[in-house]
């Protein structure tokens, strides 16, 4: 019994969940068109009781026999398909007030209702289902209705989720100017190294060159040009620092943004019970979670060497 349901389940593509609503659905629609049915053989039972009354019948009279009969039939079935086209759409209406309640936007293809293998995999689900003598006998179920979405706490964990990602966007964006500070800041230090560099090695050159007292005093301002670049390298040095710790305080906001979003993730993982919703979510939020690896990755490419 297990094996034959598994391979109902695997030919609609469908969870047990939802094979179990498409079921309910068949029964339904079985259950109105019998009764549909045995409406069209009265009204053959009513025409033979009520005018095939007489051993013969001329032209005329057969004539109006059928068309009188063709107007009976004609109005049940077009009520029939009506009704049925009505019905239909009411399906759809609880479907999409579902979906709207998690922000979704579902879509149909009208094409795949005329798409002659699926329509043969659904009789023979269909024949598989109601005609087996192994299948489960019917027990009537009093299912809820569709009212549980209306619950507030759905909505309220969304606009959390929502309120965290603008939050991570703003210390995503706040992370971004820090780095291109810390990045200005040690291609300044690095440009006056290398000036004092320049300097110095400019000094030795002139230094067979000059007299003495030229060279004495060239010493001292080389000396005091030292002096000025070591104050300006400090005072980089410590905007360098004062940059890092901002890093640093970021890098922990991120981490506590990502813990929020985790057990929001974590919360929403329960109403969803593995929900389409659900896993459209989680892409986001492992999407997010890439992203603030790879800006990681790439922060600790302008993080200094110990």
Sequence with gaps: MAQYQDTNLAELGLNEHHQNEV???????RSKRGLRLKTVDSCFQDLKESRLVDETFTIDEV????????????????SELINTAHTNVLLLRQLFSQAEKWYLKLQTDISELENRELLEQVAEFEKAEFTSSTKKPIIDIIKPKLAPLNEGGAELLNKEILRLQEENEKL???????????????DDKAKLERALRDLQLDQGVQKDFIKAQDLSDLENTVAALKSEF???????????????????????????????????????????????????????????NDQIKDLRKRLAKYEPED
């Design 23 to 29: 079921i309910n659905y068949m029964r339904f629609a």
């Design 63 to 78: 004539a109006e026999v059928l068309s009188g009969l063709q107007t009976v039939v004609h109005s049940e079935v077009e």
């Design 172 to 186: 995503k964006s706040r992370l971004k100017t820090i780095e291109m500070q810390a990045t200005n800041a040690l």
């Design 230 to 288: 070591q104050k300006t390298l400090n005072d980089k040095t410590e905007n360098q620092k004062s940059l890092e710790e901002s890093l640093a305080t970021a890098k922990h906001d991120l981490l506590r943004v990502q813990e929020q979003l985790s057990m929001a993730e974590k919360e929403l993982e329960k109403k969803f019970q593995q929900t389409a919703a659900y896993r459209n979510m989680k892409e986001i939020l492992t999407k997010k």
